[in-house]
T-cell receptor, first 116, second 112 residues
Framework: NAGVMQNPRHLVRRRGQEARLRCSPM?????VYWYRQLPEEGLKFMVY????????ESGMPKERFSAEFPKEGPSILRIQQVVRGDSAAYFC??????????????FGSGTRLTVV | EDKVVQSPLSLVVHEGDTVTLNCSYE??????LLWYKQEKKAPTFLFML??SGIEKKSGRLSSILDKKELFSILNITATQTGDSAIYLC????????????WGAGTKLIIKP
């Protein structure tokens, strides 16, 4: 069981470029969550997706950020026209159901985005 | 505003010492509190607590919840250098089955 796989582990983008972060959930998990972690801050919820559906995107910035979880392939978090303030660690987690606070998520190793 | 506060923010001890990490919360309709360990990679699940006064234990780690005083502690006895990590505490967001409200973490450094 490979666990939650995120890639790339590190991503450097210049201001104005696009960043694409990928997440493959654990085998058997169909629920994916994206979190952002700024230095010395807690994880902040961004979006919750099931296959082909966005369930809750209340934590996503209104502009430049989007997420998808297609029928085939990994979940993608896309950040367009990146700015320095987007520099952070982005974590993906998965669970077998949407009732995940009752038993905890399984996290990926994260993608550390640096905008220069 | 719902929030989770961890203390101390950082802690340096020597191998063999015992440490206590604190997590206090202000959340309506509390359901569960979770502890995670984060090294230089994925946060890994340690404990989930839902009931007051019942200690959860795993090896040298243990945790307990006080729902009256709204806090939890994580104890690590006979610390080892491999315990060095950031310890994260999170509480279920009211009205959600999946969103967690996270504390900023306690950075624990164990010196040999």
């Amino acid at each position: 069981n490979a666990g939650v796989m995120q890639n790339p582990r590190h991503l450097v983008r210049r201001r104005g470029q696009e960043a694409r972060l990928r997440c493959s959930p654990m085998k058997g998990h169909s629920h994916v969550y994206w979190y952002r972690q700024l230095p010395e801050e807690g994880l902040k919820f961004m979006v919750y997706l099931q296959k082909e559906n966005i369930i809750d995107e209340s934590g996503m910035p209104k502009e430049r950020f989007s997420a998808e979880f297609p029928k085939e392939g990994p979940s993608i978090l896309r950040i367009q026209q990146v700015v320095r303030g987007d520099s952070a660690a982005y974590f993906c987690a998965s669970s077998p159901s949407g009732d995940s606070i009752n038993y905890g998520y399984t996290f990926g190793s994260g993608t550390r985005l640096t905008v220069v | 505003e719902d929030k989770v506060v961890q203390s101390p923010l950082s802690l340096v001890v020597h191998e063999g010492d015992t440490v206590t990490l604190n997590c206090s919360y202000e959340v309506t309709n509390f359901r569960s509190l979770l502890w995670y360990k984060q090294e230089k990679k994925a946060p890994t699940f340690l404990f989930m607590l839902t009931s007051s006064g019942i200690e959860k234990k795993s090896g040298r780690l243990s945790s307990i919840l006080d729902k009256k005083e709204l806090f939890s502690i994580l104890n690590i006895t006979a610390t080892q250098t491999g315990d060095s990590a950031i310890y994260l505490c999170a509480v279920g967001r009211p009205g959600s089955n999946y969103q967690l409200i996270w504390g900023a973490g306690t950075k624990l450094i164990i010196k040999p």
